[in-house]
């Protein structure tokens, strides 16, 4: 047996592991980053969402959205096909966010929209470590490979 009988829900599939539950609200970070002007007063915290804010990397978060929708929604009652492909393509979708993410700093980089500065890199470099985790981790990839059946716990269909 490759998982523990804790892995495995009431529903007898993979748990969504901590580790994935916080990659992706790490990657809802640019939502924070164009609200965060909104709801802070502190000069130092909406000056940083100034400095940080693009809406191409707002954009780049949406992948990621889609997935919280997904693990929100991942249970038998679910007979959503949209939901059901959403998490199927769940860690592409997650990856694509990473990617996206990257490529838009690293464009506006070259192209002069944005300097370098350490937030920048500490987000490459972040983003670049999280790429490499969902590429390998055998966990992530079943974890995305399961979605509950359309029975309940008990085995009853509904």
């Given at each position: 047996?490759?998982?523990?009988?804790?892995?495995?829900?009431?529903?007898?599939?993979?748990?969504?592991?901590?580790?994935?539950?916080?990659?992706?609200l790490?990657?809802?970070?640019?939502v924070?980053i164009?609200?965060?002007?909104?709801?802070?007063?502190?000069?130092?915290?909406?000056?940083?969402?100034h400095?940080q804010?693009?809406?191409?990397?707002?954009?780049?978060?949406?992948?990621?959205?889609?997935?919280?929708?997904?693990?929100?929604?991942?249970?038998?009652?679910?007979?959503?096909p949209?939901?059901?492909?959403?998490?199927?393509?769940?860690?592409?979708?997650?990856?694509?966010?990473?990617?996206?993410?990257v490529?838009?700093?690293?464009?506006?980089i070259?192209l002069?929209?944005?300097?370098?500065?350490?937030?920048?890199l500490?987000?490459?470099?972040?983003d670049?470590?999280?790429?490499?985790?969902?590429?390998?981790?055998?966990?992530?990839?079943?974890v995305?490979?399961?979605?509950?059946?359309?029975?309940?716990?008990?085995?009853?269909?509904?």
């Open positions: 047996m490759k998982y523990s009988f804790e892995d495995y829900n009431e529903y007898n599939v993979l748990k969504i592991p901590l580790m994935l539950f916080l990659v992706n790490y990657l809802l970070k640019q924070l164009f609200v965060l002007p909104m709801i802070s007063s502190v000069p130092f915290l909406v000056k940083f969402a400095e804010f693009s809406v191409a990397l707002l954009f780049s978060s949406l992948p990621a959205a889609l997935v919280i929708v997904g693990m929100l929604r991942r249970a038998p009652k679910t007979r959503s949209i939901i059901r492909g959403i998490w199927r393509w769940g860690r592409f979708l997650l990856l694509s966010t990473l990617v996206l993410e490529g838009f700093i690293i464009l506006y070259v002069g929209i944005k300097k370098i500065d350490g937030a920048s500490m987000f490459i470099y972040i670049v470590v999280l790429i490499f985790f969902l590429a390998k981790s055998l966990r992530v990839r079943d995305f490979a399961e979605f509950p059946d359309k029975e309940t716990p008990s085995g009853v269909k509904p």
